[in-house]
Structure formats: C-alpha cells, structure tokens
C-alpha cells in the first residue's frame, strides 16, 4: 500500500497561487482543507462522515464526506 503525505507541499501549490488545498479520503470517509494564509498552507477544517465541510471562500458550500462514497 502507498503512503500518501496529506499535508501540502506549499511549494508547488502557492507557486500555482492556489488558494486552498482539499484531500477527500473515501476510505473514513473524510475532508480536510487548507486555505494559503501569509503564504503558508493553514488547516481550516476537518471532517468526517456526516459532519458538513462548510465553506465561504470562492463560494458557500457544505459537504459531508459520506455523501462522496455513498
């Protein structure tokens, strides 16, 4: 099985000027999200199941992570 780093290398994505970096993991199921902050990735959130990712930037959205794998 591969190993996956989950946190962003801030290199390559503030260099795409990325603002926010998601992973999905369908296996918990779950979402965590970092938002670029003074040029360094900070974690904003983390959820799983049915808790809702809620989000205002670039747009409102909330999403549960089970709602990805169902």
Known sequence: MATVTLIPQ???LTAADLESY????????????WQLIEGAYVEVASV?????????ALFPLALAPSDLVR
């Open 10 to 12: 801030s290199r390559p």
């Open 22 to 33: 998601w992973v999905v993991d369908p296996e918990r199921p779950a979402i965590t999200a």
């Open 48 to 56: 799983e199941a049915d808790q809702a990712l809620r989000v205002e």
